[in-house]
């Protein structure tokens, strides 16, 4: 289907996120050209790929830190190629970084409460016109992320400075931060990375619960025996294209992945 019919056909109503004609360049340099990628809801989606074959790449044009040069995003049925990362994230499109984002000198629990102010003239004006009303928010943002941190394990931590913690519960408070507005997709990018065997398989464990309580998860992930094992369904990044959608079955098996990853793909 050519990148025309793509822009002329009616969204897709059933997908959490799609992409139509998506590309962005660097100059000279495509990072990302793909046709059509459809993510499904209430499911886990793996994106992996070699090293440049453009995963973060995507990821930043899905949530908006990148506008890409051509092409559409769609959420929920609803074109947000124009939108803001706040606002998409205000929407329910949030996401977890590569490497951590922590506010080192804070809390744990003031990382936490963070995510949930309010932003720009809207949460100025509630402050100011209805201070009780800012603090029943307040108690409930704390009551939220106590339970969250239980969930993770990171009671203990609460009062620490987040830099006191270690890489993986770093990882899990991003997780739980990321959580504190609900979002309806929660990308997460390379969320097991550099942790250690305990911390990854509670990450596994909790990313699954995520998706049979209703939510979408779009992960980054290069551990293909960890994909297997958590995803249900595949996309394949190779060189910024989409070689192979599917299942974790079928993608191990298709011949371009085999190739991209053992037959010298994108460095």
């Given at each position: 289907m050519s990148s025309s019919d793509l822009r002329g056909e009616a969204p897709d109503r059933t997908a959490a996120i799609e992409l139509r004609a998506v590309r962005k360049t660097f100059g000279g340099f495509v990072a990302v050209d793909v046709d059509k990628v459809r993510v499904s809801p209430r499911r886990a989606t793996a994106l992996i790929g070699p090293n440049g074959a453009g995963k973060t790449t995507l990821f930043d044009i899905v949530t908006g830190f990148v506008p890409p040069s051509a092409g559409t995003v769609i959420f929920e049925g609803d074109d947000v190629t124009a939108h803001s990362p706040q606002w998409r994230a205000a929407h329910g499109l949030v996401r977890t970084f590569q490497l951590t984002?922590?506010?080192?000198?804070?809390?744990?629990?003031?990382?936490?409460?963070?995510?949930s102010m309010p932003a720009g003239r809207h949460g100025l004006l509630r402050s100011a016109l209805a201070p009780w009303a800012m603090r029943k928010d307040e108690k409930i943002a704390r009551e939220r992320a106590h339970d969250l941190l239980a969930r993770v394990g990171l009671t203990h931590?609460?009062?620490?400075?987040?830099?006191?913690?270690?890489?993986g519960q770093k990882k899990l408070l991003?997780?739980?931060?990321?959580?504190?507005?609900?979002?309806?997709?929660?990308?997460?990018?390379?969320?097991?990375?550099?942790?250690?065997?305990?911390?990854?398989?509670?990450?596994?464990?909790?990313?699954?619960?995520?998706?049979?309580?209703?939510?979408?998860?779009?992960?980054?992930?290069?551990?293909?025996?960890?994909?297997?094992?958590?995803?249900?369904?595949?996309?394949?990044?190779?060189?910024?294209?989409?070689?192979?959608?599917?299942?974790?079955?079928?993608?191990t098996e298709d011949p371009a992945v085999i190739k991209a990853y053992l037959g010298g793909g994108a460095a």
């Open positions: 984002r922590t506010f080192e000198r804070l809390s744990v629990l003031d990382n936490m409460l963070v995510g931590v609460v009062d620490l400075a987040a830099g006191a913690l270690s890489g991003e997780l739980s931060r990321a959580l504190m507005g609900d979002p309806k997709v929660l990308m997460l990018d390379e969320p097991m990375a550099g942790v250690n065997p305990a911390i990854r398989e509670l990450m596994m464990k909790h990313i699954r619960e995520l998706v049979d309580s209703g939510r979408t998860v779009l992960f980054v992930e290069h551990d293909l025996p960890r994909v297997m094992q958590l995803a249900d369904d595949v996309i394949v990044l190779d060189r910024g294209a989409v070689i192979a959608q599917g299942s974790p079955e079928m993608i």
